[in-house]
């Protein structure tokens, strides 16, 4: 998705695409990889340089954790490490964060130790590796060969065969057995959505967003692709948060899955109703991604959140 639009507060989102794009490019004029620049902490590692990694062959992975896209990427990834990692491969995930919250070492670290990511994590706060790559997307992936030149990128989800191709090509291995890539058909309609008035677009038409706390119904007809709110709420630029002890959220999507990114600190109680029927019943305890609803196929329907928690703070909604 193109974050473009939002206001120039947040670098992090400045010229940003995150999602399944699978925008690829390969590289007939190869460039040096540039320097790794402005990173706040190492994770799983002494600081790196590009020149001590020369020798080797390098994959520069841009993440961060609260992007389904990104997390949907990271079997394969931590499966190439361990597959090649005694045969001249690393692996540098640049965690560069998309919200504030990302920023905080103690949930990164928290998100390595979740998904098994055993090589360096780099954490890009202030975004100088990024703009040093000139990047615009999450995920994103640099190969890089022994003489420090990028050779091929990868930029969103799919294409892990070919990636993986052009990994072994590197490192002077044959054709291999490969990492199986799970052939899925999904049909996403409805896009990301994001509560922070930055890029504050698919708010219900009969609400509008207020910084101050502001009392929110639920409208009898909501659109494809919209979301409404229930009870006290206010907006800041990243997030809405719920200012009494109850609200409500809903919103017609079309998708398979439903994926929320939300925080809050007193353990906010979230009942999960899909067309109507109640589904699960999660604990949103820490700044991370929540995954809602897992259907069996992509199609149009009802999602509403009934939350029990005042400060519960909701990021984005994402769609698989």
Request: net charge negative; hydrophobic share 35%.
């Amino acid at each position: 998705m193109d974050a473009s639009k939002n206001s120039g507060n947040n670098p992090s989102l400045v010229d940003a695409i995150k999602g399944d794009s699978k925008s690829e490019v390969d590289q007939k004029n190869y460039e040096s990889a540039p320097e790794f620049t402005g990173i706040a902490k190492w994770l799983n590692s002494d600081p790196l340089t590009m020149e001590s990694l020369k020798g080797r062959v390098v994959l520069i992975d841009f993440w961060t954790y609260s992007c389904i896209n990104c997390i949907r990427t990271l079997p394969y990834i931590t499966a190439w490490y361990e597959k090649y990692k005694d045969k001249g491969f690393v692996i540098v995930g640049v965690h560069t964060p998309e919200f504030a919250f990302e920023k905080d070492t103690g949930n990164v670290q928290t998100a390595i130790t979740r998904y098994g990511i055993n090589y360096p994590v780099a954490q890009d706060n202030d975004f100088g590796t990024w703009r040093a790559y000139s990047n615009r997307y999450w995920p994103a992936h640099y190969l890089i060969d022994q003489n420090g030149k990028i050779v091929y990128t990868h930029f969103g989800e799919g294409k892990y065969q070919k990636t993986e191709q052009a990994i072994q090509q590197l490192l002077g291995l044959g054709d291999e057995d490969k990492i199986d890539e799970a052939n899925v058909t999904r049909i996403i309609k409805t896009p990301e959505i994001y509560f922070g008035l930055s890029r504050l677009e698919l708010l219900s038409k009969k609400q509008t967003a207020s910084k101050s706390a502001q009392q929110y119904s639920l409208p009898e007809d909501l659109p494809l692709n919209n979301f409404a709110l229930e009870g006290q709420w206010s907006f800041s630029e990243e997030n809405a948060r719920l200012e009494g002890q109850s609200g409500k959220i809903r919103l017609n999507f079309y998708s398979k899955d439903v994926h929320m990114v939300a925080q809050s600190y007193s353990h906010a109680t979230v009942k999960v109703f899909v067309d109507q029927q109640l589904i699960k019943t999660i604990t949103v305890k820490d700044s991370s991604l929540y995954t809602l609803f897992e259907g069996m196929e992509s199609k149009q329907q009802s999602l509403q959140l009934e939350i029990e928690g005042a400060g519960f703070k909701v990021f984005t909604f994402t769609f698989g």
